[in-house]
């Protein structure tokens, strides 16, 4: 990958699911960045590099097909360009270190994927992020496939990083997030991109805070943020 549904957070690291975030210890499962476990379908993939390969699984909600995993394509640096109600977002894409991920990206974006969806969880305690990328806003949908991880080795996730929400390891998909302060995290969440434009977008959607229907500091932005249109071009 976060409506969410549970951010895990250790008393040391915390998890970034697809749904939410889950908690590590024995206490209610609070602020994690998790997305909820999904039944695994056939394998089915499309790679010229086998350390990227792109499996069909469910959910598969406007579903666009499968990626095609070309590494000179895939390696070509671009820019992502949010364009959302409450201001344009801009990040570099990672593609020297996470190519499979930024390839899935830009597949999504170019098929329109995002566009009209809108950012389903904030986290304002202990981690800092909002959540997007899911089409069905529940935090449990995804793009009908998944991808194994990738730039975990020493990562970390400061303010303006943008990285996969996950169901566990290698279980990527459409959700996304961006951390809105400095974040300590387990690196369990593939860092894809780093923002060049739009923090002060981020820092004002934190500030206005979110509804605790999750946790205590975890629920959707009091400022909607409704993707509009994710254009992608060249570096």
């Known amino acids: 990958?976060?409506?969410?549904?549970?951010?895990?957070?250790?008393?040391?690291?915390a998890v970034l699911c697809l749904s939410g975030i889950v908690s590590a210890s024995a206490a209610p499962q609070v602020n994690t960045l998790d997305v909820p476990a999904k039944p695994k379908a056939p394998a089915v993939a499309q790679a010229a590099d086998p350390a990227c390969v792109y499996t069909k699984a469910v959910p598969a909600d406007r579903?666009?097909?499968?990626?095609?995993?070309d590494p000179a394509k895939a390696a070509q640096p671009y820019t992502a360009r949010l364009v959302t109600d409450q201001g344009l977002i801009t990040f570099q894409a990672l593609t020297d270190k996470a190519p499979c991920t930024t390839n899935?990206?830009?597949?999504?974006s170019e098929h329109h994927y995002y566009d009209l969806t809108h950012c389903h969880r904030l986290v304002t305690q202990r981690i800092?992020?909002?959540?997007?990328?899911?089409?069905?806003?529940?935090?449990?949908?995804?793009?009908?496939?998944?991808?194994?991880?990738?730039?975990?080795t020493g990562a970390t996730y400061p303010a303006g990083t943008v990285?996969?929400?996950?169901?566990?390891p290698s279980t990527?998909?459409?959700?996304?997030?961006?951390?809105?302060?400095?974040?300590?995290?387990?690196?369990n969440y593939t860092p894809f991109g780093r923002v060049t434009g739009g923090q002060d977008v981020l820092r004002k959607i934190a500030a206005g805070g979110e509804?605790?229907?999750?946790?205590?500091?975890?629920?959707f932005p009091n400022l909607p943020v409704d993707i509009l249109h994710v254009q992608i071009s060249p570096r």
């Open 1 to 13: 990958m976060i409506s969410s549904r549970v951010f895990a957070i250790a008393a040391s690291a």
């Open 63 to 69: 579903f666009k097909g499968l990626p095609t995993f």
């Open 104 to 108: 899935s990206f830009r597949f999504l």
């Open 128 to 152: 800092f992020v909002l959540q997007c990328g899911d089409p069905t806003g529940t935090g449990s949908g995804g793009p009908g496939y998944s991808f194994p991880d990738e730039n975990l």
């Open 163 to 168: 990285a996969m929400a996950n169901a566990g």
């Open 172 to 187: 990527n998909g459409s959700q996304f997030f961006f951390c809105t302060e400095d974040t300590k995290l387990s690196p």
């Open 211 to 219: 509804d605790d229907q999750n946790n205590t500091g975890d629920g």
